[in-house]
């Protein structure tokens, strides 16, 4: 479950990253906006600005990714902001903090776009040290 969970939340954070300048808004035009989907295909998470940041808000859950979120303490997981406050670090490179339903605990965070329809999205802990990566599919 733990690693599902992990994967949701990188998921999130697959938002669609094209490069946009650090601290600029995120607008449609940039391919950062887009529905993502994690590798298992259990969660899509919409991509968006959120002020000068990006984000993404979970759109679709299956049973499965769901019941394990509310085995966590999380009631709604359509909604939740697993990718948060991202802010762009270079070309196609993000930084920000993933949100991680079915452990209830949010971690370091990176996105790097490989290409137009995929992004590897990782969850670091002790300060990016150790991480855990996933690859995001445009959906």
Do not use: F
């Not at 939340?9 to 391919?31: D, E, N, Y």
């Not at 998470?45 to 394990?68: E, F, H, I, M, S």
């Not at 991202?86 to 290409?115: C, E, F, M, N």
């Amino acid at each position: 479950m733990r690693c599902r969970s992990l994967a949701a939340l990188s998921a999130a954070a697959l938002m669609a990253l094209v490069p946009v300048g650090a601290g600029a808004a995120v607008s449609p035009g940039t391919g950062v906006i887009g529905t993502w989907v994690n590798p298992k295909g259990s969660v899509k998470v919409q991509t968006g600005g959120c002020g000068d940041k990006l984000c993404g808000w979970v759109v679709w859950a299956n049973p499965q990714a769901t019941a394990d979120a509310h085995e966590a303490g999380v009631d709604k997981l359509i909604g939740v902001a697993l990718l948060q406050d991202y802010r762009a670090t270079g070309p196609g490179r993000w930084q920000g903090r993933v949100y991680v339903p079915d452990l209830g605990k949010t971690y370091y965070s990176t996105i790097r776009q490989l290409d137009a329809n995929s992004l590897k999205i990782s969850g670091c802990i002790l300060g990016g040290w150790i991480c855990k990566s996933q690859t995001w599919q445009r959906g």
